[in-house]
């Protein structure tokens, strides 16, 4: 399960529908991805780090830096 993601997304206010907007990926396709049920590529790695306003490394690596406000 990849919590930072359902975190970040909570701390920013938002939706998995805002979210699919903003990156193309799909709602069911994130709710999946925070779940640990599915990967994504490095595409759509990058593509969501953006929209959640930090880097792929915190977000999906464990590193502890990378988030702004």
């Not at 709602?27 to 306003?53: N, P, Y």
């Amino acid at each position: 399960m990849n919590t930072r993601i359902l975190e970040r997304r909570k701390a920013l206010k938002l939706t998995q529908l805002e979210l699919e907007k903003e990156t193309g990926i799909s709602q069911s396709m994130l709710s999946r991805v925070e779940c640990g049920k599915r990967r994504l590529d490095d595409t759509h790695k990058i593509a969501l780090a953006k929209a959640l306003k930090t880097n792929v490394g915190w977000l999906f690596f464990n590193e502890n830096y990378g988030v702004t406000s």
